[in-house]
T-cell receptor, first 116, second 116 residues
C-alpha cells in the first residue's frame, strides 16, 4: 500500500509558540490531503482538506488563522498550529489521497502535540 | 451528508470468541465504507473497505464485514479473537465522487478488549 509519513510523531511546545507538522506521501502523488484531529478517547474529526496549489478548505468551527495549512507540492502538506495553547493539545493525523487509487486515502502515523 | 454510528463504545470478548463490532451509516450518496484499527498513539491501519463490489468484504488479520444496504449496516466480525486484536476500531464512510472519496466521516470508535 501507499506510504504516508508524518513528522514529528511527538512534540511538546510552550504556550504561545507555533508548531509545524509535516505530512508526506512517499511513493505516490497526493493531490489532496486531509487533516484530522483526535481528542483523547474520542473519534477523529476532519479539520480541513488540503489541495495542492490552492487554499485549504476548512470545516466549520476550525479557525483557519490558527491552523495554517500549506500544500505546496504533490507530496507534502504542512499544518502549522500558531500561537498554540494548552487546549490545542491533541493528536493530529493526516491522510493523503492518491487519485490513482480513488477508493481510499492513506493515513500518517499521527502527531501527539502537547502544549505546556 | 454522511454519518456513522458505532453501537457500543466498549466490547469485551474472550480469546477465541467471536468478535462483532457494529456500525450503521447514513449517506445521501452510495457510500464507500471502511474499518480501521488504531493502537495507542498510532495512526490508523485499514482493515477492510467496501467500494460497491462484493457485499461481503474480507480484510486483514481474519476480519470481514458485510455491507447490508437494507439495514444501512457494515458490521465487522472475526470468528476467533486473538489477544493482539485488542485495540480501538473505527468505522468510516466516504462518498460523493472525486476527492470526497478520501474525505472520511468516522464513527465514535469501539474499544475491543480481549480476555485470556
Amino acid at each position: 500500500g501507499a506510504v504516508v509519513s508524518q513528522h514529528p510523531s511527538r512534540v511538546i511546545c510552550k504556550s504561545g509558540t507555533s508548531v509545524k507538522i509535516e505530512c508526506r506521501s512517499l511513493d505516490f502523488q497526493a493531490t489532496t490531503m486531509f487533516w484530522y484531529r483526535q481528542f483523547p478517547k474520542q473519534s477523529l474529526m476532519l479539520m480541513a482538506t488540503s489541495n495542492e496549489g490552492s487554499k485549504a478548505t476548512y470545516e466549520q468551527g476550525v479557525e483557519k488563522d490558527k491552523f495554517l495549512i500549506n500544500h505546496a507540492s504533490l507530496t507534502l502538506s504542512t499544518l502549522t498550529v500558531t500561537s498554540a495553547h494548552p487546549e490545542d493539545s491533541s493528536f493530529y493525523i493526516c491522510s493523503a489521497y492518491d487519485r490513482g487509487r480513488v477508493t481510499e486515502a492513506f493515513f500518517g502515523q499521527g502527531t501527539r502535540l502537547t502544549v505546556v | 451528508a454522511q454519518s456513522v454510528t458505532q453501537l457500543g463504545s466498549h466490547v469485551s470478548v474472550s480469546e477465541g470468541a467471536l468478535v462483532l463490532l457494529r456500525c450503521n451509516y447514513s449517506s445521501s450518496v452510495p457510500p464507500y465504507l471502511f474499518w480501521y484499527v488504531q493502537y495507542p498513539n498510532q495512526g490508523l491501519q485499514l482493515l477492510l473497505k467496501y467500494t460497491s463490489a462484493a457485499t461481503l468484504v474480507k480484510g486483514i488479520n481474519g476480519f470481514e464485514a458485510e455491507f447490508k444496504k437494507s439495514e444501512t449496516s457494515f458490521h465487522l466480525t472475526k470468528p476467533s479473537a486473538h489477544m493482539s486484536d485488542a485495540a480501538e476500531y473505527f468505522c468510516a464512510v466516504s462518498g460523493g465522487g472525486g476527492t470526497s472519496y478520501g474525505k472520511l466521516t468516522f464513527g465514535q470508535g469501539t474499544i475491543l478488549t480481549v480476555h485470556p
